[in-house]
RNA sequence: GGCCUUGUAGCUCAGUUGGAUAGAGCAACAGCCUUCUAAGCUGUGGGUCAGGCGUUCGAGUCGCCUCAAGGUCACCA
């Protein structure tokens, strides 16, 4: 079925080609669903907006329009408001049409295909595996894993990528740290200012080494110890992330390493035509990328002095091989520490030749995480920064998630323990799981639903409200997987669950003495409930049947 | 100083490609359970949309300036 807001644009269409001779786009149209249910259930500004081209007063324009408008079968009346608003009164059963639909299609109502198969990868957290997973990681995380989840629902053909730096100085200092704690082990004296990871975490893998291993990286040389720690250090660190992210529902479904990058000569043949590009030259024994030609504010060395490569050119390969993968369109998620890095990125991708406007990246803001009013800086018990899984926790995957979805990626985000953790109605995560189980409650007592094409019983004020709130869902899917902006599904849910409450409270959805009635409304608390379903779903947040 | 982000009710935040009288939650106050889950609902009060100028039929939304907050400016990753 054509929804009614298409519906809407087409006549609107029809009607502006045989008054005025005129065709024009969906996006001129501009259907809106006014705030002030005066204004009707629909309205449109295009008066307004072609009044200047058609150079006649809005109003003359809308009133010439409305007469043809309302000849639509689905239409109750127009009316010309203000400056120049046409607004729509719908006929309240064309409305209720919506609730057959969702039923039947259920799991994938809101799925469409405005992706077009196209395919799309993610790069989102891929945090070094020197460590644990912190709040910064679980913002990108949750926000990530998200917007994959949307993509693929609009029919974007999604590659999850993880990228593990295993290949740079940090590794380096973790397997050096890990050798010392190993030796300590032991019992051996270490110098402490030589350890560059002093977390317990560090302490604990090397334990466990020692105790798996025994003292046999004592007894060969430094180097061979050391190739030891690197390897076996990144796989349990990695091991740990992979843990956590797993608690955390977040699953990638490819981790390329940058050693990779190196054992496949991408990095060398990346610098190769690097240089034949003729954006590269020497100075003090460097190679410099002449990045400045690019919006950069400064040049950046990709060869240092000591013939060592900077972080600069192994990323630039990486990227080009997620281009050379056959992916046209990348997004990145990075953490606004890393927003500097984009002009130097976007640059070496144009001097190899790629669209540095096929890479699209968002940007994180910090998270802080508050109590009693002020930041929490470090763990209470560990002593190191706040991990994922200490949150998780504390508070709950549901309500982490939620909680760091329902604000937009550029608002820096405290993040209030004090709130996450009340099970109350503060927690809007409680809000919105206890509508679901209320509405399988009203389910489990009476499941005979009436499945029809129109609704003609459904005629509260809150149930039309309700309904037309189902109907946005998919809109605003599509929406979503063009801005990124994840947080309106949170507002989404949270709006269709008080609906849903404030009806709760209005009226009964079993009537014994009404058995009609009675089949509506449950088809509309059905059709709510898969909406809200759909909706957590997209968010990585798990329904309750009952609580 | 350059660049990125932010500034909306006491607090935390929404605000649909610029639209009609700027909205929620929390906090405050007053009500609602013999009834499908009160983890809920209903009502009241609360605003110089940081400030200024501009763009236009119309600006919280777009542009410029000022102020304030966070981030960032390595031959680190």
Redesign the pocket.
Known sequence: MVDLKQNLMNVIKQALNETFGLIVAD?M????????K???DY?S?IA??L??QLKSN?RDIAIKLKEKLEKEECIEKVEI???G?I?FFMKKDSLTKIIKTIIELGDDYGRNLSGNHEKVMVEYVSA?PTGDLHLGHARGAAYGDSLTRVLSFCGYDVLREYYV?D????IDVLAKSLFLRYKQAFNLEVNLDEIGYQGKDVIKLANDIAANEGDKYLKVSEIEAIEYFKNIGIDLELDKIKRDLDLFRVHFDNYTS?RSLYKSNKVKSTLEKLENSGYTFK????LWLKTTDFND??D??LV???G?????LPDIAYHADKFDRGYNKLINLFG??????IARLKGGLKILGYNPDNLEIL?I??VRLMENGQELKMSKRTGNAITIRELCEDVGVDVARFFFL???L?????F?LD?ARK????N?V??IQ?AY??M???L??NSSFALKDVYKLLIEEKEISLIKSLSEFKDLVI?IARTK?I??LT?YA?KVS?LF??L???????DEDNQEVTAERLALVKATSIVLKNCLNLLGVEV????
Do not use: W
């Open positions: 996006e149209i501009a259907i809106e669903t006014p705030k002030d005066e204004h009707g309205a500004t307004l907006r009044s200047k809005p408001a203000g400056p608003f607004n070094n730096n290949a740079g100085h940090q940058e100075n003090e024994n460097a504010d400064k950046r060395v240092k002095s000591d060592s490569y900077t972080y600069l606004a520490d890393h927003h500097g890095y940007i803001q910090m329902s604000k937009t550029d608002s820096h985000f405290d209030d709130v099970s109350s109605s503060e809007p409680y809000y206890y189980a209320r399988c409650s009203v489990k007592k929406d902006e947080h309106r507002s949270y008080n409450h404030s709760y409270n209005e009226i009964k959805f079993i309750k049947e009952s609580m």
